[in-house]
């Protein structure tokens, strides 16, 4: 399975954008987010099954970014409301079976997509 991330910039605090990842086949029940800003640890965004409309998310981000995703287009989303310069950060799309936070556990990895937040 092949990932592709599109959809950063750079963006002012509270602000918004919204990543796309696209999905080459249906290989792995889930599709999620993964972030990791410089010189930090990779960090758990959130993550959604194809099938059914279950989601997971960071505390970090509840009620900030929403999850979906558009089966006919294999494509899952991440709209992100409420921008803060602590979501700076390369966010990668990632497809695995388990709705986990270890990013260890996810089988396919996109290339990442830059999300800038000014202050």
């Known amino acids: 399975v092949q990932l592709q991330a599109s959809g950063g910039g750079l963006v002012q605090t509270g602000g918004s954008l919204r990543l796309s990842c696209a999905a080459s086949?249906?290989?792995?029940?889930?599709v999620g987010w993964f972030r990791q800003a410089p010189g930090k640890e990779r960090e758990f965004v959130a993550t959604?099954?194809?099938?059914?409309?279950?989601?997971r998310y960071a505390d970090s981000v509840k009620g900030r970014f929403t999850i979906s995703k558009d089966n006919a287009k294999l494509t899952a989303y991440l709209q992100m409301n409420n921008l803060k310069p602590e979501d700076t950060a390369v966010y990668y799309c990632?497809?695995?079976?388990?709705?986990?936070?270890?990013?260890?556990?996810?089988?396919?990895w996109g290339q990442g997509t830059q999300v800038t937040v000014s202050s």
């Open positions: 990632v497809a695995g079976d388990y709705m986990t936070s270890d990013g260890g556990r996810y089988d396919f």
């Open positions: 086949a249906y290989s792995k029940d889930v």
């Open positions: 959604i099954r194809w099938i059914g409309a279950r989601t």
